[in-house]
């Protein structure tokens, strides 16, 4: 599959830009899609349009301002699918050729709507966004309605942000297709987002669409579950899941979630996931030397009150632990702000214990150069690899100059090893924890040269978590190890840990028959065996919903494995698009075919 993507000079005014969705592998059926015009006419500024193309992700965005040259592809945010079947009835013809046709001679029709759900910025990490992301549930669902699903909006509640406030969450929208007992039902989940992964939404939505269009019978009853908080954590929706455990999920028998990617040319299947323990790790504040001793937020307040420098906050922050039954922990912590004001470094600088200098200090100690995670007790939980796993692992085929040049990278962590082969890299990439430095909230980080020392700085880094890992036990492990890690520095200034996510891995068996049916589905689109892989990101739900309704659940990714989620150029290409839902339509049939146990 090659990339055809049309280049565009993003956060300058594009003249003719264009994002292109490719039919890759085959260049006589490569067609473009003029989504920038569209959207630039749309908007009246060419800027505008780049911040479309920054609705995926933070990163992207951040790139946009930076006034990058990137490549324009084809870019959407993540929503995932999950389905469940029921029973299963006799006979059933599969129309197979009537089916893929109608795919094929409606993919203008497929792509255009694609091009819409990307115009819309539904991006759940930018609380100004939040109306894109209401109106994109909005659309959803009208769009579920369009094709005769019976279709519910569930309020699930507020979010707290950063200053405080509340912000409600976006819907929690369910359809369903088809009511009758005697056929299997399936469950569709759609998390959020776009690329990652609106088109496999997308592609869940047209597959029903193009039964109901031929007036063929689903050979499962179908339920979807779409949300738009997936990629900050879910939230919401634990307390969602449990409450319809008894209505919309009772008769659900198989789950399935699409919201990951292929890790080659050749199609995927994914049975395990990484969870991620995200943490904050505040230094709070500037204390001049002379007041070097560690002061008490009581303290501090009589010693500066009323000189209105200070204030005190009280603060509830989303602290939580998914994939277990009490999803939530919520604790009070008390933020201390110090004085308010930035320093100058030339009038300050030698005289106070910076922030920053503390927080790169702690940071640094999370992981070693050679990827060891320094936190005592992480390393030894983890469960040791079997040769049943590494026996998997062989027998994927995976090309690590490919994946260098993916990536751009020279060297890969742990390739300077004697014998550093795919098994230990794709282990590294799904199998073993990784820290990830992700952000310095407070810090300098525009172009120049400000000459400032922050008063107050949020080091943000999460942990990949993976089977025997506990989320309560990491944060306990990295809240003890930072702080005596900070207490050897003698610092005045003060440290808070929180751990603001806390979702555990994911894992299913990978012998279950509906992974069988997944198999024969890619066989019959794609004419091949597909991977079993695993997954290096996470799916907050997934180990939720597998507890919660105690079936199964498989990972069907359609995404391209270069297709660059939550970075600058995300895209898919159409050929995985289309065929993409060829193979959910086709899945449906092949689960429909799953004897009940
Ligand atoms: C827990 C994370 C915020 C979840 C996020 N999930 C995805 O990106 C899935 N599309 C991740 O970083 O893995």
């Not at 449990?242 to 659900?252: A, N, T, Y």
């Not at 525009?446 to 890992?469: H, L």
Request: with cysteine; glycine share 8%.
């Amino acid at each position: 599959m090659e990339e055809n993507i049309t280049e565009c000079l993003v956060g300058q005014p594009c003249k003719a830009p264009r994002v292109s969705l490719d039919t890759s592998g085959d260049p006589e059926a490569r067609q473009n899609i003029d989504v920038l015009p569209a959207l630039t006419q749309k908007l009246g500024k060419a800027h505008q349009v780049v911040s479309i193309l920054g609705l995926l992700s933070e990163h992207q965005r951040k790139t946009n301002e930076m006034r990058k040259r990137t490549k324009a592809g084809d870019q959407m945010k993540g929503t995932r699918s999950v389905c469940f079947l029921l029973l299963f009835t006799g006979v059933f013809s599969f129309r197979f050729q009537e089916l893929t046709q109608y795919v094929n001679t409606h993919q203008e029709d497929f792509v255009q709507t694609l091009k819409e759900w990307i115009a819309v910025e539904s991006d759940s990490s930018d609380v100004t966004k939040r109306p894109d992301l209401h109106r994109m549930m909005e659309m959803t669902a009208e769009k579920l309605k369009l094709i005769g699903g019976k279709v519910e909006m569930s309020d699930i509640g507020t979010q707290m942000i950063a200053n405080g406030s509340s912000i409600s969450l976006p819907k929690v929208v369910t359809a369903q297709f088809g009511e009758d007992p005697t056929k299997h039902t399936v469950w569709n989940l759609y998390g959020r987002g776009a690329s990652d992964n609106k088109a496999p939404v997308l592609a869940w939505i047209h597959a029903v669409q193009v039964y109901k269009e031929l007036n063929i019978e689903l050979p499962v009853n179908v339920k979807l579950l779409l949300e738009g908080m997936e990629e900050t954590g879910s939230d919401g929706l634990y307390e969602f899941i449990e409450k319809q455990k008894d209505s919309f999920l009772v008769d659900v028998d198989y789950i399935i979630i699409s919201d990951c990617v292929w890790l080659s040319k050749r199609p995927a299947i994914t049975y395990g996931t990484r969870g991620n323990c995200y943490f904050f790790a505040e230094d709070l504040h500037v204390q001049m030397a002379m007041k070097s001793s560690v002061l008490s937020p009581a303290e501090l307040l009589t010693q500066f009150h009323p000189n209105s420098s200070l204030t005190l906050k009280l603060s509830i922050p989303a602290h939580k632990i998914l994939g277990q039954s009490s999803w939530w922990i919520e604790r009070e912590v008390q933020e201390v702000e110090g004085p308010k004001k930035d320093l100058h470094s030339g009038v300050y600088g030698g005289t106070v214990i910076e922030p920053m200098t503390d927080l790169i200090g702690i940071l640094d100690k999370l992981i070693s150069a050679e990827g060891q995670i320094l936190v005592p007790g992480i390393r030894e939980a983890v469960e040791p690899l079997s040769d049943e796993e590494w026996k998997r692992l062989q027998e994927i085929q995976f090309d690590l100059h490919t994946y260098k040049q993916e990536i751009g990278v020279t060297r890969l962590m742990y390739s300077n090893k004697a014998r550093a082969t795919h098994v230990e890299v794709l282990a590294h990439r799904w199998r073993y924890p990784t820290v990830s430095i992700h952000g310095i909230e407070g810090a300098f980080s525009s172009s120049g040269t400000k000459t400032v020392i922050p008063a107050k700085v949020i080091g943000k880094f999460s942990i990949r978590q993976v089977p025997n890992m506990d989320p309560p036990t990491v944060e306990k492990q990295v809240s003890d190890y930072l702080h005596s890690v900070f207490a050897k520095r003698k610092s005045p200034n003060k440290l808070n840990v929180t751990m603001v996510i806390g979702a555990k891995p994911w894992l299913a068996d990978p012998k279950h028959m509906l992974y069988e049916a997944g198999k024969a589905a890619i066989r019959k689109v794609f004419g091949e065996d597909p991977d079993l892989i695993r997954e290096g990101g996470t799916i907050p739900i997934a180990q939720a919903f597998q507890d919660v309704t105690g079936k199964s659940i498989i990972m069907l990714p359609i995404g391209g494995f270069d297709d660059g989620l939550h970075s600058q150029n995300e895209k898919i290409s159409r050929y995985n698009y289309i065929e993409g839902t060829k193979l959910f339509i086709t899945f449906l049939n092949e689960v429909s075919q799953i004897k009940k146990s």
